[in-house]
Nanobody, 122 residues
């Protein structure tokens, strides 16, 4: 059974940092990604990584967020630095067993976690 479990969310002041983790059961995921959804907004792609380590980032987080994975632990990470109030959202981990060209498009992913809340205060 495929299961993605996020952790690491919380409340932080602007300029602070958080690291999100996503523990994935099962194997063979070719593409992994982080998405976020703020109240009243659509879910948007934040960062993604594929099997050879190639990464993609939304323009809004480039230079501040870093996606990485530990294959031995089957865990995906999102290091978030210089957080801004507009980063406040529910953050979701996503995975797919195929190599995705459109890695920041939510409709491309088959598996999703339940989300972890990130709140950034000014």
């Amino acid at each position: 059974q495929v299961q993605l479990v996020e952790s690491g969310g919380g409340s932080v002041q602007a300029g602070g940092s958080l690291r999100l983790s996503c523990a994935a059961s099962g194997y063979g995921y070719s593409t992994l990604g982080w998405f976020r959804q703020a109240p009243g907004k659509e879910r948007e792609g934040v960062a993604a990584i594929d099997g050879d380590g190639s990464t993609s980032y939304a323009d809004s987080v480039k230079g501040r967020f870093t996606i990485s994975k530990d294959n031995a632990k089957n865990t995906l990470y999102l290091q978030m630095n210089s957080l801004k109030p507009e980063d406040t959202a529910m953050y979701y981990c996503a995975a797919d067993r195929t190599y995705l060209y459109r890695r920041l498009m939510r409709d491309e992913y088959e598996y999703w976690g339940q989300g972890t809340q990130v709140t950034v205060s000014s």
